[in-house]
């Protein structure tokens, strides 16, 4: 099986600050790495897939890099909206996710 | 405007079976460019993911979970199920349906989810 993990597993950061979220796959996924965002009550909700691809109507202040074990989601400038968990996910075998790491405000 | 809705009983008793049903409106889950998922959460926890049904009937699960797990179609509804059995306190969780674009792997990125239903293990 393939674990990932995320760190921090929670972030405090204020509107308009540059944030970085890590994730690390115990084996190489290539990159085959997907990231969610997933408010409380809400279900998760896609923004970057194969680990740089943003999805259509996401803004562009998400963006994610990495291939191999490394993967990172960039938030240019945090805006009030962006305060929620964030979720990697691996589908190069089979599917696992991380454990999330939480954006907590300032 | 596609959409999945999970239905089915919220409470469940130790040793049974959960099952659920995710029916999706808005396009067919006969579509060869799709794949159709199960995730849960525990409360509190990550997201887990299931197993995934293919338009052709092929299924694909968690190892940790194969054992138990069984994900069917029924094309003529626009419905898959997912059926859980031998369940305990640990399988508590949010259940969530889900569909991935098709592609060069097996399971692929969720970019449409239902609401999610929330299933308690207890007697």
């Known amino acids: 099986d393939i674990q990932m993990t995320q760190s921090p597993s929670t972030l405090s950061a204020s509107v308009g600050d540059r944030v970085t979220i890590t994730c690390r796959a115990s084996q190489s996924i290539s990159s085959w790495l997907a990231w969610y965002q997933q408010k409380p009550g809400k279900a998760p909700k896609l923004l970057i897939y194969?680990?740089?691809s943003l999805e259509s109507g996401v803004p562009s202040r998400f963006s994610g890099s990495g291939s191999g074990t490394e993967f990172t989601l960039t938030i240019s400038s945090l805006q009030p909206d962006d305060f929620a968990t964030y979720h990697c996910q691996q589908y190069n075998t089979y599917s696992s996710f991380g454990q999330g790491t939480k954006l907590e405000i300032k | 405007q596609l959409q999945l809705q999970e239905s089915g009983p919220g409470l469940v008793k130790p040793s049974e079976t959960l099952s659920l049903t995710c029916t999706v409106s808005?396009?067919?889950?006969?579509?060869?460019?799709?794949?159709w998922g199960w995730i849960r959460q525990p409360p509190g926890k990550g997201l887990e993911w299931i197993g995934t049904i293919y338009y052709s009937g092929s299924t694909y699960f968690n190892p940790s979970l194969k054992s138990r797990v069984t994900i069917s179609a029924d094309t003529s509804k626009n419905q898959f199920s997912l059926k859980l059995s031998s369940v305990t306190a640990a399988d508590t969780a949010m259940y969530y349906c889900?569909?991935?674009?098709?592609?060069?792997?097996?399971?692929?990125?969720?970019?449409?989810w239902g609401q999610g239903t929330l299933v308690t293990v207890s007697s």
């Open positions: 808005g396009g067919s889950i006969s579509t060869a460019s799709y794949y």
């Open positions: 889900a569909r991935a674009p098709g592609g060069p792997y097996l399971i692929g990125h969720f970019g449409y």
């Open positions: 194969k680990a740089s």
